[in-house]
T-cell receptor, first 115, second 114 residues
Framework: DTGVSQDPRHKITKRGQNVTFRCDPI?????LYWYRQTLGQGPEFLTYFQNEAQLEKSRLLSDRFSAERPKGSFSTLEIQRTEQGDSAMYLC?????????????FGPGTRLTVL | DAKTTQPTSMDCAEGRAANLPCNHS???????VYWYRQIHSQGPQYIIH???NNETNEMASLIITEDRKSSTLILPHATLRDTAVYYC???????????????FGTGTRLQVTL
């Protein structure tokens, strides 16, 4: 399967702990997005990379959140000192830089539960 | 990006056409209409997009009104596997090499029944 993959699929942690999620985009895609989705809501944009450069961050991305894409391939999203309000599905998507390919391909998500 | 309005939920009998409406009365001239869907416990999936002409692909058809203030996604022969939340998104598609984020609303929950 050459789609977007995310690891882990599920994470349960205690409040105050740090967690890190990984996203592997489709190999030829240079754009990578992170979204967060809470129950009953649509996904909300968090941040976006073009190659290794982080070009946009939502105000939802507090100081406890950090995302990296060091080699322009996979990306990590770290949440420090987790809070119960961080419980959500974290979705990663990738897309090509070709103007004719505007769709974003989403991974299956990482479901975070903060106890 | 312009805001969209969709019904919260809809039902459709299997084999019938599912017509999902979307209002986007504040859409601007350079904004496209995109449709994604999200099947339970999966990430969203792209369906189709258009600017002002009607579009069709292997999954669905998109009908955009002449004034572009509303659109309808048509699944011609709905199956049980089409049960999902369908999101209508209005989005800038920028010139070559530039991307923009997707702004999702709460979508329409389509239930396809036997």
């Amino acid at each position: 399967d050459t789609g977007v993959s995310q690891d882990p699929r599920h994470k349960i942690t205690k409040r105050g702990q740090n967690v890190t999620f990984r996203c592997d985009p489709i190999s030829e895609h240079n754009r990578l997005y992170w979204y967060r989705q809470t129950l009953g809501q649509g996904p909300e944009f968090l941040t976006y990379f073009q190659n290794e450069a982080q070009l946009e961050k939502s105000r939802l991305l507090s100081d406890r959140f950090s995302a990296e894409r060091p080699k322009g391939s996979f990306s990590t999203l770290e949440i420090q000192r987790t809070e119960q309000g961080d419980s959500a599905m974290y979705l990663c998507a990738s897309s090509s830089n070709l103007a004719s390919e505007n769709e974003q391909f989403f991974g299956p998500g990482t479901r975070l539960t903060v106890l | 990006d312009a805001k969209t309005t969709q019904p919260t939920s809809m039902d459709c009998a299997e084999g019938r056409a599912a017509n999902l409406p979307c209002n986007h009365s504040t859409i601007s001239g350079n904004e496209y209409v995109y449709w994604y869907r999200q099947i339970h416990s999966q990430g969203p999936q792209y369906i189709i997009h258009g600017l002002k002409n009607n579009e069709t692909n292997e999954m669905a058809s998109l009908i955009i009104t002449e004034d572009r203030k509303s659109s309808t996604l048509i699944l011609p022969h709905a199956t049980l596997r089409d049960t999902a939340v369908y999101y209508c998104i209005v989005r800038l598609t920028l010139p070559w090499g530039t991307a923009s984020k997707l702004t999702f609303g709460t979508g329409t929950r389509l239930q396809v029944t036997l």
